[in-house]
């Protein structure tokens, strides 16, 4: 199985701030790697795949990078309603693998 | 508009068994792979196992490979999520997931699982 590891496991910042996650995979996964977030007791929302193309309708403030093992999302300006997890998942092989999550909160 | 609507919240007693279902509304179901992503509480997202609702091709990840079974119905558009005996360590929310690129992208509201004595 790829292991997938995010840091930093929750970070905390304010209104208009800037955060960046890093999600390192275990072992090439070229650029198949999707961001998603998940608001407490809501269902995940898909953010980006191919590690940087954004799901329709997702604002710009959403960026992803990175291929090979290392990738990285910055969400800009945050608001409050940015205070969600926010998981990486490789989908290079049939068994799809997700992080462990960063938790957010503004 | 695209929507997985799941069935409800189940509670359940080990031993027994339990089919749930997600229905694909407002886009082309059987061109569109779907998947099952287990949450068990307080924890992260897991992938069990996906579908191709045009030929019903499945499979499974290593760990849950024989304990569940994915199968779909093309006439009412619906992926179904089985076990014939439940666990307590089943107890869990249970969400689908659309396919497009070969990732998730729409995803279905979840369907609580409890299982308890």
């Known amino acids: 199985d790829i292991q997938m590891t995010q840091s930093p496991s929750s970070v905390s910042a304010s209104v208009g701030d800037r955060v960046t996650i890093t999600c390192r995979a275990s072992q090439d996964i070229r650029t198949y790697l999707a961001w998603f977030h998940q608001k407490t007791g809501q269902a995940p929302k898909s953010l980006i795949y191919a590690a940087s193309t954004l799901q329709s309708g997702v604002p710009s403030k959403f960026n992803g990078s990175g291929s090979g093992t290392d990738f990285t999302l910055t969400i800009s300006d945050l608001q409050p309603e940015d205070s969600t997890t926010f998981y990486c998942q490789q989908y290079s092989t049939y068994l799809w693998t997700f992080g462990q999550g960063t938790r957010v909160e503004i | 508009e695209v929507q997985l609507v799941q069935s409800g919240a189940e509670v359940k007693k080990p031993g027994e068994s339990l089919k749930i279902s997600c229905k694909g509304n407002?886009?082309?179901?059987?061109?569109?792979?779907i998947s099952w992503v287990r949450q068990m509480p307080g924890k992260g997202l897991e992938w069990m196992g996906r579908i191709n609702p045009s030929d019903s091709y499945t499979n499974y990840s290593p760990s849950l490979q024989g304990h569940v079974i994915i199968s779909v119905d093309k006439s009412i558009s619906t992926v179904f999520l089985q076990w014939s005996s439940l666990k307590t360590s089943d107890s869990a929310i249970y969400y689908c997931?659309?396919?497009?690129?070969?990732?998730?992208?729409?995803w279905g509201q979840g369907t609580l699982v409890t299982v308890s004595t």
């Open positions: 407002g886009y082309s179901f059987t061109t569109k792979w």
């Open positions: 997931s659309r396919h497009t690129e070969g990732v998730s992208d729409y």
